[in-house]
């Protein structure tokens, strides 16, 4: 699918480039709605850019509207809460989605059936400036375009195991940390990054497990390599959050996080995710 030429020129965008990568539009007449921008041409932007920032059209007052908006993307994951997941600090939460904590790099899906294409994030009250919560992004085939090759061969051993028990499921994943997209076969990065367990703050650490490297100083370089690159300012954005924000993400090639913000600052997020099409059963679901 190409990008329609018509969108491209249309004088009511402002088109800029964000850096390492991504392309954000501005409507130019604020308040504009999403809905007159066509979803196969925004589509074919995500996939050549990665991430897509939609700034400044009308925001959707309800959680509704944005599910109804997702659903012009394709079929929808659906949740025991539905398919639009409310992301605010809890008062006391049972897992780090809903604390102010750092989100370690993952990518969506890894413990469920299907593993979305895309997610697409709706900023309903941004943090506020100076209280971090930046919601970050790692291009995973840049990172591994760029490494060295006796990195890229080390990371392309190691295979990890992951358990995560949370009130939505309690699910098992192996994947190889270097596999092929999908859909066009580009090299791409599954790697859930881990957390010091000795950091008590973070709520609900998953279990991590990595095998097929020699020793512990492999592992530990794995991890370090890994870390180094994923947060490269040449490979990660980290999106500051506007109140009204539309971003639509590539979760094939992409993995993200979250960095830590003020507790009791007003962020609130809302997030659905598209299944491709056909939908992408996980390939590395155990249970």
Not at 213 to 227: I, N, P, T, V, Y
């Amino acid at each position: 699918m190409t990008v329609d030429n018509a969108l491209l020129s249309d004088q009511r965008l402002r088109i800029t480039a964000l850096e390492p990568f991504g392309l954000a539009l501005h409507a130019v007449d604020r308040g504009r709605p999403p809905t007159d921008l066509p979803v196969p041409s925004l589509r074919a932007l995500v996939r050549e850019h990665r991430l897509l920032l939609l700034r400044d059209f009308a925001g959707f007052d309800e959680p509704a509207e944005l599910s109804a908006y997702g659903a012009r993307w394709g079929r929808l994951s659906v949740w025991p809460f539905g398919t639009v997941l409310e992301l605010v600090q809890q008062p006391d939460p049972a897992d780090h989605i809903f604390d102010h904590s750092h989100m370690p790099m993952h990518w969506d899906g890894m413990y469920r059936e299907h593993i979305p294409e895309f997610q697409i994030f709706q900023c309903v009250h941004a943090p506020g400036e100076g209280n971090g919560g930046e919601t970050t992004f790692s291009d995973t085939a840049a990172v591994l375009t760029n490494a060295d090759p006796a990195t890229r061969a080390l990371w392309s051993r190691a295979t990890g195991t992951y358990h995560r028990k949370m009130e939505y499921y309690d699910s098992t994943c192996v994947s190889p940390v270097v596999t092929a997209h999908p859909v066009h076969g580009t090299p791409v990065i599954r790697y859930n990054e881990p957390t010091a367990e000795a950091d008590e703050r973070f709520v609900n650490h998953p279990d991590l497990e990595f095998s097929g490297l020699a020793d512990k100083s492999e592992l530990a370089e794995l991890h370090r390599g890994l870390r180094a690159a994923l947060y490269d300012p040449s490979h990660l954005y980290a999106h500051a959050w506007r109140t009204g924000d539309l971003v639509v993400t590539d979760n094939y090639t992409l993995l993200h996080g979250r960095n830590a913000f003020t507790n009791g600052a007003p962020r609130h997020l809302r997030r659905v995710q598209v299944l491709g099409d056909p939908p992408l059963a996980n390939p590395g679901l155990v249970r």
